[in-house]
């Protein structure tokens, strides 16, 4: 348990809605990601950050945003949800000290109608 | 480009040994991990290749061959809560910051 959770859980909402999801850690990790889990495709990184208010894109960032703006908190913006973004969306940490250690989040189910 | 591949499932018996393979194609990175996810669980990490040849964790041992672009994930006295999805995953060279993912190997266990 490296002390991550989202919030919300599971959400659902309507196409063209804004939507935000959040992260939270409690070990001061400096990097921090966000993932999105669709069946086929395995994990896709969407955007991750390096430190505060330090982000860059994943490959799948299109029609998403993020900010990071307390060491603890990352959080995945939706501008306008589609139902493409329908998915299930999980929060990594990375403990450097572990090289390339990656300890994950319980995951956010989104469903957007 | 960076691509991992990985068989999309796999199925074995109790008490049996499975291999998963994971190769990949790309130019560079520092060394191979695996994941494993448990339906509707996240992703939890399972062991790390930094070098070639073969780590062992209890009843899981990985293997990575740079020269061969392929390693493995080899579970051992097989058991039904090894049901799960298993993912390798690398960090590029190009960018150290991210993990690159395979697609994942469900491995199914029957009695």
């Known amino acids: 348990d490296a002390g991550i959770t989202q919030s919300p859980r599971h959400k659902v909402t309507e196409t063209g809605t804004p939507v935000t999801l959040r992260c939270h850690q409690t070990e001061n990790h400096r990097y921090m990601y966000w993932y999105r889990q669709d069946p086929g495709h395995g994990l896709r990184l969407i955007h991750y950050?390096?430190?505060?208010?330090?982000?860059d894109k994943g490959e799948v960032s299109d029609g998403y945003s993020v900010s990071r703006s307390k060491t603890e908190d990352f959080l995945l913006t939706l501008e306008s949800a589609t139902s493409s973004q329908t998915s299930v969306y999980f929060c990594?940490?990375?403990?450097?000290?572990?090289?390339?250690?990656?300890?994950f989040g319980p995951g956010t189910r989104l469903l957007v109608l | 480009g960076q691509s991992l591949e990985q068989p999309s499932e796999v199925t074995a018996v109790e008490g049996a040994i499975v291999q998963i393979n994971c190769t990949y194609q790309?130019?560079?990175?520092?060394?191979l991990s695996w994941y494993q996810q448990h339906d509707g669980g996240a992703p939890t990490f399972l062991s790390y290749?930094?070098?070639?040849g073969l780590e062992e964790t209890g009843r899981f041992s990985s293997f990575l061959s740079r020269s061969d672009s392929y390693g493995y994930l080899l579970l051992q006295e097989l058991q039904m809560k090894d049901s799960a999805s298993y993912f390798c995953?690398?960090?590029?060279?190009?960018?150290?910051?991210?993990?690159?993912f395979g697609t994942g190997t469900r491995l199914q266990v029957f009695p």
């Open positions: 790309t130019s560079g990175f520092y060394g």
């Open positions: 995953a690398v960090r590029s060279l190009n960018n150290t910051d991210k993990l690159i």
């Open positions: 290749n930094a070098l070639d």
């Open positions: 950050s390096y430190g505060v208010k330090d982000t």
């Open positions: 990594a940490i990375r403990r450097t000290s572990q090289g390339e250690t990656q300890y």
